[in-house]
């Protein structure tokens, strides 16, 4: 039971660190989040510690406890690692894919279009985390996924705040979700390599809009 609460208390803290539910910044009291999830101390307090190792949170001697700003260095390494690993996961994909895999991302891709048309930016973010994973879930590679979503915790807080830049359509990551997607669907390797690139290129393109539109919630 100590240990579900922990790992629920982890979870929907940094669940709403990424989604911005707490902003960068932001003091933060042990007490008030105990309230707000309907936890209780300890767990919320192991869970915080784990959180501040994970660089999502601050403490401050004789000040706090503060949500951090977005460490930009990090997020552009973490995206440099995906750019490594990712086109190499969607080859493999696209050699392995199964009739099952491509129904449920083609359900995840109508989904996505549906929450961009109803400008729902928490459930198009979290679909767009599921498609990238349910490649990785294809080859075999979860635990893969799973120690980038520990070390692309910046890079996560960048893609979920350019949701909020209103210069910046959702059409573009839809459109490229779609290409990726065919490309794997069709076993186009000559192309998915590039498509898979350019889409993760895309961080480096939109950062300087995101950034001077919300400038107090970076460093670095």
């Known amino acids: 039971m100590l240990d579900n609460m922990r790992s629920d208390a982890y979870n929907e803290i940094k669940y709403r660190i990424i989604h911005f ?15 707000e999830l309907n936890l209780g101390r300890t767990p919320v307090r192991e869970a915080i510690i784990r959180i501040e190792r994970e660089g999502l949170i601050e403490v401050i001697p004789q000040s ?6 977005i460490d930009m260095a990090d997020a552009k390494n973490a995206r440099f690692v995906r750019s490594c690993i990712e086109p190499k996961i969607m080859v493999d994909a696209a050699v392995n894919i199964s009739d099952e895999a ?4 083609q359900k995840n891709l ?18 767009d985390q599921e498609f990238h994973h ?6 075999d590679k979860d635990t893969v996924w799973n120690w980038l979503q520990i070390n692309n915790t910046q890079l996560n807080r960048f893609r979920r705040l350019r949701l909020k830049e209103t210069e910046l359509d959702w059409d573009t990551l839809t459109n ?14 000559d192309d998915l390599s590039f498509l898979v690139t350019q889409h993760l290129h895309l961080m480096l393109l939109e ?6 539109a919300y400038p ?5």
Do not use: W
């Open 21 to 35: 539910d707490y902003v960068p910044g932001q003091k933060i009291s042990e007490k008030l989040i105990s309230q």
């Open 64 to 69: 706090g406890t503060y949500i951090t700003k």
């Open 102 to 105: 491509i129904a449920t991302i």
């Open 134 to 139: 349910a490649f990785y879930k294809v080859v």
């Open 110 to 127: 109508d989904q996505q279009q549906q929450t961009a048309l109803k400008n729902e930016p928490d459930n198009f973010f979290d679909l």
């Open 216 to 220: 107090d919630y970076f460093k670095n």
């Open 176 to 189: 490229q979700h779609t290409a990726i997607f065919n490309a794997v669907k069709n076993k186009d390797i």
């Open 207 to 212: 950062k300087q809009k995101v950034v001077d």
